[in-house]
């Protein structure tokens, strides 16, 4: 799967990071009507002596300041780059990042989180004329988030501290044209954008909170995917914590922390039981469609 083969790399990658912290971490994603994904990434840090960022599409157009960046060729795309300064900025531009279906666009990105990094701020911003569509289960994920406009476009911002290295943050959004013109009005975008954030709020609560369907397996990142994929493939509903590091591979205190994240969201339960713990997954998940469309 995919998933497992960025998992792997993200890994391979560790021993270079290890050590490192990123003080901030600015993110900017621009998609375009066409497909077209543009990325800024700013990181402020006075330990960085080498970046290594895997992508995982064919990329172009990329600048740098401050700092002296190639792409490496082998079995992964890897940017990397000498840092010059205590903040640099990396750009490139995406044309694999969205899919899309007759009405509804996708784009999916997996940040990887490759230095321990205090603080996290993404902000992505839609096409002009494009809101987030109520046809999906969960639209954005992750799910805190905040939606607004800037008088002309619709963006999304995300904020995280003390991000772990290892970590790895899905960005999901689903999105469709609203039918206005190429110059929509200002209040035409404040509707779209209200509409937009109520979906959210009405969506999780009436299919989420209230009936307690699937969820798709596209909001949770690749460490989670691959603990949820083992306990829903164990025959006993309290699966032995110590069995899921075996399966994983993952180290014990990495699996505590997976599976800690995954209680606080509601997605797992822990029974403790002496020394040992029992992990029962609360919610079935299933593969999106225009996930399974990618592989």
Known sequence: MNYVKRFILLLLLLPICAGQIVNEM??????????????????????????????????????????????????????????????????????????????????????????????????????????????????????????????????????????????????????????????????????AVSVSALTILAVFYLRVVKKKPELVLSVLNEAERIVVEILQNQPEEEVDQRKIVALSGFSKAKVSRIIHSLEERGVVETIRLGRKNKVILKKKFVKEETEQSEK
């Open 26 to 191: 600015n993110t900017n994603i621009y998609i375009l009507e066409n497909g077209e994904t543009n990325i800024e990434i700013s990181l402020l840090s006075s330990k960085i002596r080498q970046i290594d960022i895997p992508v995982y599409t064919d990329i172009y157009n990329l600048k740098s300041e401050n700092a002296s960046c190639i792409i490496t060729s082998g079995v992964q795309k890897i940017i990397q780059c000498k840092p010059e300064s205590d903040r640099i900025k990396i750009a490139y531009s995406s044309k694999e990042m969205v899919k899309a279906t007759s009405d509804i666009s996708f784009f999916s990105y997996d940040m990887p989180i490759m230095w321990t990094t205090k603080h996290i701020a993404i902000r992505l911003e839609l096409p002009l004329g494009y809101a987030l569509t109520d046809k999906v289960l969960v639209p954005v994920s992750p799910p805190n988030t905040e939606v607004g406009t800037d008088g002309r476009k619709i963006f999304i911002k995300w904020e995280f501290s003390n991000k772990e290295q290892e970590d790895i943050i899905p960005l999901r959004v689903y999105y469709e044209k609203t039918g206005q013109s190429s110059a929509p009005r200002f209040y035409g975008i404040m509707i």
